[in-house]
């Protein structure tokens, strides 16, 4: 499984836009990269999920350079209801299709 | 359309007691899978089914630990002679497959979570 890095938590403020980097060294070939959101007492949630360059969807972006050795998920303009913990997936070589390793993830904490 | 139920919301038991985790999955998603959240911690892997077999146990912590999912849909985790370090959240997830092909994985879905607390 691949293992993943992440800050353990960031502070924003309401309306600035949030950067979190992921560092992957061990990603595989195949590999995606995923990213959960979660709220406390909620099981985690889907965000985005990229292979190269960028991915954009309606609640975030994901940026990979080319040697995608490591990810950025951008918010922009947070809200307070942005708070929550943030898991970046990457299957890693030899994965069991199926099993995802979550690690800690990074504790998004915006302030008013 | 429903998400992915789990049953009981809450769980508190006697150490020694074996306990019964149920998960209810999205209807139409073949895959299944069992975390647990200990306090502050990330989710740790415990097991995932396609259809009704598990091709990977190796999460199951211990062999008090053990799940069972029949008629590819509901799935039943079972925790013998519960200790208090079982004490944690255990979440279930469901996707609509495990992923065609290695490297892409299928979004999960997760459910509520059971709050298992051994006393």
């Known amino acids: 499984l691949a293992k993943t890095t992440q800050p353990i938590s960031m502070d924003s403020y309401e309306g600035q836009e949030v950067n979190i980097t992921c560092s992957h060294n061990?990603?595989?070939?195949?590999?995606?990269i995923t990213w959960y959101q979660q709220f406390p007492s909620q099981g985690p949630r889907f965000i985005i999920q990229?292979?190269?360059t960028k991915v954009t969807n309606e609640v975030a972006s994901l940026f990979i350079p080319a040697d995608r050795k490591s990810s950025t998920l951008s918010l922009p303009r947070v809200s307070l209801s942005d708070t929550a913990v943030y898991y970046c997936?990457?299957?890693?070589?030899?994965?069991?299709?199926?099993?995802?390793?979550f690690g800690r993830g990074t504790q998004l904490t915006v302030w008013p | 359309g429903a998400g992915v139920s789990q049953s009981p919301s809450n769980k508190v038991t006697e150490k020694g007691k074996d306990v019964e985790l149920r998960c209810d999955p999205i209807?139409?998603?073949?895959?299944l899978y069992w975390y647990r959240q200990s306090l502050g911690q990330g989710l740790e892997f415990l097991i995932y089914?396609?259809?009704?077999?598990?091709?990977?146990k190796s999460g199951l912590p211990s062999d008090r630990f053990s799940a069972e999912r029949t008629g590819g849909s509901v799935s039943t985790l079972t925790i013998q002679r519960t200790q208090q370090e079982d004490s944690a959240v255990y979440l279930c997830?469901?996707?609509?497959?495990?992923?065609?092909?290695?490297?892409?994985?299928?979004?999960?879905?997760f459910g509520p979570g059971t709050r298992l607390l051994v006393l």
């Open positions: 997830a469901s996707s609509v497959a495990t992923g065609t092909k290695r490297g892409y994985q299928e979004t999960q879905y």
């Open positions: 061990n990603i595989a070939t195949n590999d995606y």
């Open positions: 990229g292979y190269k």
């Open positions: 997936l990457v299957p890693g070589r030899g994965s069991t299709l199926g099993r995802l390793y």
């Open positions: 209807s139409g998603h073949t895959a």
């Open positions: 089914f396609q259809g009704n077999s598990a091709p990977d």
